[in-house]
């Protein structure tokens, strides 16, 4: 009875898989819980989480920023200026990028806006960028490369934090380098520049939640993976203000980022739940996906949270969702060119640029959808007053 | 029918344990949308069955599957009346990848593990290139009504499922089934007693990429466009065909209890999801599975005398 053996093999399988498996949302690391935690579902505080970090970005989110309101990719926020006239130098230059990857919508959207950035100011003369493909160890080999090739200032967006930094600290002896997106474990980078961070995005989110779902109501919380730095300050974020409000977290499931595992988690919990009352994201790539898991159920959608990113635009425009999408400005991709021209004119710029980080509400909605736009665009490019747009974003003339 | 039976006793009961978990299931409505999810996961798994069965592997339906849904985004955009054009384009598209994968395996005698595991690098190296990650343009209604909509409370995906599931079985009832079956068994004597081996073969991964283009379709319409839509899906597929009882190396094994080792896989990740159990596990698990039933066929074999083999194809 070949095939019953194999079933009770496969059976037995199961049987162990099943014991040796604790609840998703158990960190390895035992952190102290918050005193509500047990009774709102969120789990254990992520190691990730610094409470002076996230103090810093929740109060940034209030602060006027310095520079001009229209242009926020040149905006800073409490900016401490420091002087570059060491790096001062004449023109025209030779720009260099170190780029982590351009493997998803957003990294596109920035890297297209970046080089049209490039093609404004007359004094680049050469701009060589070189694509790590989300290697580490290419873009170490990368940044190497680009000392060689006589730039005047290296731009890097870091693959990963820790292991980028000794390249980076390597770099900065020869050239005045400019960190933009993720950041490094070094000072020595003239300067950072980032929007206000993913604390900020995930308590915007949470918050809306917070006030839109009724007392008692439950929230699932869909992230696309753990372990990433960016992502988990999202979501610690997130569950320091569902801790504190009197929400009821039925879940907090990894997606993968993918639409069809979306779709799939979101029914699943409604099929169990009966209803869901809130669904909280740390990335809005598959949210229009969680919004036709209720559509598809038959059922209204619950408050959600997405990203500024045009398919859900459109359908929050299209159905009128009770929503809110936190965002991270693919503008920053900008900052980073018209900062390396300050340096080397010798002009003063933050040592750490605080970018502004917008949210779209249901207020703003019709100022940031732009109907002729592809699905996956990023809405706070900062892009639509450079040149060639909108077709080399994707969009068409209207 | 009996050999399909280990693999329905399980799913039997892994239904049961969903049903207990969560009574909704029981429900018309629930159990057709446990179905509407599994269907492209089975369709895959009885087009693998083919390939399996014959004696290869078709590692390359998972990135078929991604490039079909990108390609289709990209020329549909959004554009109801090109529908039917991209669907019809997607069908040739998935058969020629078969064809590739067929001719390149008996003519150029390329094992098929090589070749279809460079057609996935070519696939996706190619739908990387073309969509520099991220995937352009979108799906019509019309396209995605094949994986949200339904006739009335049956979902299409499920309707399809079962003409997809009916036209597999009569054609290893057929004679191409029993040459299949004859040539995954023993390749040689197949060919000495008349059967045209290599013809089989390609015909068999034109099946596994037709049901590539099937699922894309049905997998497309369900969630929309993503570079993901794909991913993995080679290997639940495999999963799901040795889950089954189909021997990894050929000749024996039934098409319905394939796509039983697929809903078995769907009802087993349903399951693992309601008892709170990390989505991650879900490739431990497939690996388990894989290890623990080829491990299973390859220690019962020395026992097995020569007559039981002559009979497994004689029935499907």
């Given at each position: 009875?070949?095939?019953?053996?194999?079933?009770?093999?496969?059976?037995?399988?199961?049987?162990?898989?099943?014991?040796?498996?604790?609840?998703?949302?158990?960190?390895?690391?035992?952190?102290?819980?918050?005193?509500?935690?047990?009774?709102?579902?969120?789990?254990?505080?992520?190691?990730?989480?610094?409470?002076?970090?996230?103090?810093?970005?929740?109060?940034?989110?209030?602060?006027?920023?310095?520079?001009?309101?229209?242009?926020?990719?040149?905006?800073?926020?409490?900016?401490?200026?420091?002087?570059?006239?060491?790096?001062?130098?004449?023109?025209?230059?030779?720009?260099?990028?170190?780029?982590?990857?351009?493997?998803?919508?957003?990294?596109?959207?920035?890297?297209?806006?970046?080089?049209?950035?490039?093609?404004?100011?007359?004094?680049?003369?050469?701009?060589?960028?070189?694509?790590?493909?989300?290697?580490?160890?290419?873009?170490?080999?990368?940044?190497?490369?680009?000392?060689?090739?006589?730039?005047?200032?290296?731009?890097?967006?870091?693959?990963?934090?820790?292991?980028?930094?000794?390249?980076?600290?390597?770099?900065?002896?020869?050239?005045?380098?400019?960190?933009?997106?993720?950041?490094?474990?070094?000072?020595?980078?003239?300067?950072?520049?980032?929007?206000?961070?993913?604390?900020?995005?995930?308590?915007?989110?949470?918050?809306?939640?917070?006030?839109?779902?009724?007392?008692?109501?439950?929230?699932?919380?869909?992230?696309?993976?753990?372990?990433?730095?960016?992502?988990?300050?999202?979501?610690?974020?997130?569950?320091?203000?569902?801790?504190?409000?009197?929400?009821?977290?039925?879940?907090?499931?990894?997606?993968?980022?993918?639409?069809?595992?979306?779709?799939?988690?979101?029914?699943?919990?409604?099929?169990?739940?009966?209803?869901?009352?809130?669904?909280?994201?740390?990335?809005?790539?598959?949210?229009?996906?969680?919004?036709?898991?209720?559509?598809?159920?038959?059922?209204?959608?619950?408050?959600?949270?997405?990203?500024?990113?045009?398919?859900?635009?459109?359908?929050?425009?299209?159905?009128?969702?009770?929503?809110?999408?936190?965002?991270?400005?693919?503008?920053?991709?900008?900052?980073?060119?018209?900062?390396?021209?300050?340096?080397?004119?010798?002009?003063?710029?933050?040592?750490?640029?605080?970018?502004?980080?917008?949210?779209?509400?249901?207020?703003?909605?019709?100022?940031?959808?732009?109907?002729?736009?592809?699905?996956?665009?990023?809405?706070?490019?900062?892009?639509?007053?450079?040149?060639?747009?909108?077709?080399?974003?994707?969009?068409?003339?209207? | 029918?009996?050999?399909?039976?280990?693999?329905?006793?399980?799913?039997?009961?892994?239904?049961?344990?969903?049903?207990?978990?969560?009574?909704?299931?029981?429900?018309?409505?629930?159990?057709?949308?446990?179905?509407?999810?599994?269907?492209?996961?089975?369709?895959?798994?009885?087009?693998?069955?083919?390939?399996?069965?014959?004696?290869?592997?078709?590692?390359s339906v998972?990135?078929l599957?991604?490039a079909e849904?990108?390609i289709?985004?990209?020329?549909?955009?959004?554009?109801?009346?090109?529908?039917?054009?991209?669907?019809a384009l997607l069908i040739v598209a998935g058969l020629l990848v078969g064809l590739v994968n067929g001719v390149l395996?008996?003519?150029?005698?390329?094992?098929?593990?090589?070749?279809?595991?460079?057609m996935?690098?070519v696939l996706?190296?190619a739908?990387?290139?073309?969509?520099?990650?991220?995937?352009?343009?979108?799906?019509?209604?019309?396209?995605?009504?094949?994986?949200?909509?339904?006739?009335?409370?049956?979902?299409?995906?499920?309707?399809?499922?079962?003409?997809?599931?009916?036209?597999?079985?009569?054609?290893?009832?057929?004679?191409?089934?029993?040459?299949?079956?004859?040539?995954?068994?023993?390749?040689?004597?197949?060919?000495?007693?008349?059967?045209?081996?290599?013809?089989?073969?390609i015909f068999?991964f034109m099946l596994s990429g037709l049901?590539a283009a099937?699922?894309a379709?049905?997998?497309?319409?369900?969630?929309?466009?993503?570079?993901?839509?794909?991913?993995?899906?080679?290997?639940?597929?495999?999963?799901?065909?040795?889950?089954?009882?189909?021997?990894?190396?050929?000749?024996?094994?039934?098409?319905?209890?394939?796509?039983?080792?697929?809903?078995?896989?769907?009802?087993?990740?349903?399951?693992?999801?309601?008892?709170?159990?990390?989505?991650?596990?879900?490739?431990?698990?497939?690996?388990?599975?894989?290890?623990?039933?080829?491990?299973?066929?390859?220690?019962?074999?020395?026992?097995?005398?020569?007559?039981?083999?002559?009979?497994?194809?004689?029935?499907?």
């Amino acid at each position: 009875m070949p095939r019953l053996e194999a079933a009770i093999a496969v059976s037995a399988a199961l049987v162990l898989a099943g014991c040796t498996t604790d609840k998703p949302t158990d960190t390895t690391q035992p952190a102290p819980p918050a005193t509500s935690a047990e009774s709102s579902g969120t789990g254990a505080q992520s190691k990730f989480f610094v409470q002076a970090d996230f103090d810093a970005q929740l109060a940034m989110r209030s602060q006027t920023p310095q520079g001009p309101a229209a242009k926020p990719w040149e905006q800073a926020i409490d900016p401490k200026m420091i002087d570059t006239a060491q790096y001062k130098k004449d023109g025209p230059y030779h720009l260099c990028f170190s780029n982590a990857a351009v493997n998803n919508p957003w990294r596109q959207v920035g890297w297209k806006t970046m080089q049209a950035e490039v093609g404004l100011h007359e004094e680049i003369e050469k701009f060589t960028a070189l694509d790590a493909e989300g290697k580490d160890d290419k873009q170490i080999s990368d940044i190497a490369e680009l000392q060689a090739k006589g730039c005047d200032a290296l731009i890097v967006s870091p693959n990963t934090t820790a292991t980028l930094t000794p390249a980076v600290t390597a770099a900065c002896g020869k050239v005045p380098v400019i960190v933009f997106d993720r950041g490094v474990e070094t000072d020595c980078p003239v300067t950072f520049i980032k929007p206000i961070g993913g604390y900020a995005f995930g308590a915007d989110a949470a918050e809306f939640l917070a006030e839109k779902v009724p007392a008692g109501g439950k929230v699932l919380a869909l992230r696309i993976l753990p372990g990433v730095d960016v992502l988990e300050t999202r979501w610690s974020a997130a569950k320091v203000i569902f801790d504190k409000s009197s929400l009821q977290v039925v879940g907090v499931e990894f997606t993968d980022g993918d639409a069809a595992k979306t779709k799939s988690i979101v029914s699943d919990y409604i099929q169990r739940h009966g209803t869901i009352d809130g669904v909280w994201m740390d990335a809005g790539a598959t949210a229009v996906a969680a919004v036709e898991a209720f559509e598809d159920a038959g059922l209204p959608v619950p408050p959600i949270n997405g990203e500024d990113q045009q398919d859900f635009l459109q359908k929050w425009k299209d159905t009128g969702l009770t929503a809110v999408a936190p965002t991270y400005p693919t503008y920053q991709w900008r900052t980073p060119i018209i900062a390396a021209l300050k340096i080397l004119k010798g002009e003063e710029v933050p040592e750490t640029w605080n970018l502004p980080q917008p949210k779209v509400t249901s207020d703003n909605l019709p100022a940031y959808l732009k109907p002729n736009m592809p699905p996956l665009h990023y809405a706070l490019c900062g892009c639509e007053d450079l040149p060639g747009f909108p077709e080399a974003w994707g969009g068409k003339k209207s | 029918m009996k050999r399909a039976l280990p693999i329905l006793a399980v799913l039997v009961v892994l239904l049961a344990a969903i049903a207990v978990a969560n009574p909704y299931f029981l429900e018309p409505a629930g159990f057709l949308a446990f179905l509407k999810r599994a269907a492209p996961l089975v369709i895959l798994a009885a087009g693998q069955y083919f390939v399996v069965v014959s004696g290869e592997f078709d590692l390359s339906v998972g990135s078929l599957v991604t490039a079909e849904v990108v390609i289709a985004a990209r020329l549909i955009d959004g554009d109801e009346s090109v529908t039917w054009p991209v669907l019809a384009l997607l069908i040739v598209a998935g058969l020629l990848v078969g064809l590739v994968n067929g001719v390149l395996t008996t003519k150029l005698r390329v094992p098929s593990f090589i070749v279809t595991l460079g057609m996935l690098l070519v696939l996706s190296g190619a739908v990387f290139l073309w969509t520099g990650g991220a995937p352009r343009g979108a799906l019509s209604e019309g396209f995605r009504a094949f994986g949200r909509g339904g006739l009335g409370p049956l979902p299409w995906s499920v309707l399809i499922l079962l003409a997809v599931g009916a036209a597999a079985i009569w054609l290893m009832r057929a004679d191409f089934g029993k040459t299949l079956m004859a040539t995954g068994d023993n390749e040689r004597a197949a060919a000495l007693s008349g059967v045209r081996v290599d013809r089989v073969k390609i015909f068999a991964f034109m099946l596994s990429g037709l049901s590539a283009a099937v699922a894309a379709i049905l997998l497309g319409g369900f969630a929309g466009v993503s570079a993901q839509a794909g991913q993995g899906l080679e290997f639940s597929a495999i999963t799901a065909v040795v889950l089954g009882g189909v021997v990894l190396g050929g000749g024996r094994g039934s098409v319905l209890a394939a796509m039983a080792g697929a809903v078995t896989l769907e009802a087993l990740f349903t399951l693992l999801n309601l008892y709170g159990i990390s989505g991650a596990l879900e490739s431990t698990v497939q690996g388990v599975i894989i290890i623990a039933a080829v491990a299973a066929g390859a220690i019962r074999l020395p026992r097995k005398s020569t007559p039981r083999r002559g009979d497994a194809h004689a029935a499907p």
